[in-house]
């Protein structure tokens, strides 16, 4: 299909960054520096923020050497924003739009950036400023509707699956020095990061032996039951906790650190590794330590996911295509094929299906205590982290008598 | 120099283990493997504890195709132990030793295990049985003196280096959503693994941009009146933090979280990083949150240095040979030769001059503020993380008009 208008075409990233949300934008570029239809290729520093201010970057302006080694570089090199649109906000941004030329417009994020694209898209059309505007996901969160998963996700999971074979090699060294330990997941509302710290897991005795997960209410006493019959099993714990969770008043495990919410209403918390530590030493009377991973667990260098940055690559480049195909208010989606081997396509989903819109961890995926993932899981995560993790080898128990 | 005696070699790990403690294990067992002086080769289960309880393995007893897969797992394979031998354990384990024929030991660890291996070579040669010992320096901490640094440490600095890269890559794509990040790191009562933060920096304005080391009394006020002006002059502050930082009373920060002490009367501590959290969104009023890698640095198998795995494992062929050319009650050390490229040989320093003393880091390392390293250090640790850390790329800053 031919485009049917041409002009200027900017990129922004929105939400909090992923190790390869620059792929997506690599992508991008590259699809558009091939193309003739569009003229400029503008980049927003800090996303929409960056709009506003008309701080606005060259694109075809960097050295040719620059992408390839953007691709590697975790975290959003064009800065980005949490900043929530007003409405008094929006008739502006299309001024600038216009003024600058504008008519293809790539909005790379979450679920954050999904609604503000699509507002946009919307003020466009009532100001009749003819504007493309997709949104490529973005977020180790995994809770965006309408697409198998979602870019940054699978180099997230990577990390905490590995974090998690490796830590609990310390732990295993002597388990009786520190026989619990709690890893605090990112992830928000939704369970599949702290899912994936199971994807090492082999054997029911394997670690991670307890998920909490942030769409399970937490229930002190089962829990506190739970880790004292693994601990009297296995020897040690190794729990695995979203830094949301949440007791059953909804009351967040971590609101002793909590400051506030953030421009969309979301608590910032910290703290419920803490918590859990205080309260296995308080009332079981067992050492326990915590690793709180944070932002280290979006942004490892050394942990990149290929298929994750493919696929992240992929949006960028394929949601350049789909703009000057005439694609406008909708989300580049990735479709998984029912081939033998692992393949994604990418398909387009319509931003007011998206916007806002959470994609929790479907009951499927869990066991009937809702503690562990099942094989579905497996199924569906292990072809999203790249290459296998690295399991440790172990000596022969063979004993001197 | 021909052996003075053969029978039996035994090798223990001990302590808190390190990403490549193993390849110093790998490196004795294919020592030990091609020399007739040696009979068994014995692995203890647990360090000293295993061997208090004759829980032995036959290394022998190994498939060949395990040792390269070792080189390549973190931690301790043999399990480790946080056991002070008690003099009356002394009598008995020479006891063990005797009756298993074992005439060589290497005993893999930091000070405390230092302690236990002269402490039993003294215990030997009262008892009148021949018996080599040697220690191999093993702790992440790098606080063992007369080695120019210690295995475990290189890998852990690299760790540390590359994550307060790929971390501070959150804080700078949106400054101002959390301007102010603290990073936590090991090391017990020395800096060296904190001051590795810093090997990845490369300006002033870059982060880290304050080094909280245990050596230096944190002084509250000085701290706030710092975080400030950083905060003023770049827009965020990334701090790295050793978990062990007391006040000028020497009452840890983090002793809000303290358990009790352990076998060596080190104190158990967590909560540095929090209290450093709170304090600056309290009195700055600035959002602040934290990272603590925990036993990941210790063990992150994404992040091992090439430089200090090659030098574990030659500790431990080295110290095979030693113990074979009739060394005893001595630790192996690395030296650091004065050629234009890095490079160590091995050597022996007394085991009476090793056990229980710490090496801090030293006033040289430190700028007059002692709040960061200066590049003395940079040439010290550098080459001990092995292949360059993995800096990010940045687009130009060329502004449409």
Known sequence: ??????????????????????????????????????????????GIEGLLKEDLLDLRQQ????????LETPSAALGSCRYKLKDHDLERTIDILRRYNVRFMLYIG??????????????????????????????????????????????AARFIAQATIDSTLNTTSIPWHYPVKVIETMGRDAGWLTA??????????????LLLLPEQPFQQERFLTEIEAIYRRIGYVIIVAAETIRDEKGVALGAVGQTGVDAFQHPLLSGAAQY?????????????????????QRMASANISLTDRDEAYRVGYNGVQALLEGAND????????????????????????????????????????????????????????????????????????
């Open 1 to 46: 299909m031919p485009p049917y208008l041409s002009g200027n075409l900017i990129i922004g990233q929105s939400g909090g960054a992923t190790a390869v949300i620059n792929a997506s934008l690599v992508g991008a570029v590259q699809a558009a520096l091939t193309d003739k239809h569009i003229t400029g290729i503008y980049g927003m520093r800090h």
């Open 63 to 70: 050295p040719s050497s620059l992408w390839p080694q953007l």
């Open 110 to 155: 979450g679920n954050d950036s999904a609604d503000t694209a699509h507002r946009l898209a919307q003020a466009a059309q009532q100001q009749h400023y003819e504007l493309s505007i997709l949104s490529v996901p973005k977020t180790i969160d995994n809770d965006l509707p309408l697409t198998d998963h979602c870019p940054g996700y699978g180099s």
């Open 196 to 209: 994936a710290a199971a994807l090492g897991k082999r054997s029911e005795l394997d670690p991670p032996h």
């Open 276 to 296: 859990l530590v205080d309260l296995v030493k308080r009332e079981l009377g067992l050492r326990a330590r915590f690793d709180k991973p944070g932002d280290l």
């Open 330 to 401: 909708k989300m580049v989606t990735l479709l998984r094929q029912p081939d033998d081997v692992y393949h994604c396509t990418t398909g387009l989903a319509d931003l007011t299906a998206v916007a806002n819109v959470q994609r929790l961890l479907p009951d499927t995926y869990l066991n009937a205590e809702k503690t562990m993932v099942t094989q579905a899981f497996y199924d569906y995560a292990l072809p999203l982290i790249g290459s296998p993790l690295q399991q440790p080898a172990r000596l022969e128990m063979t004993r001197i008598r």
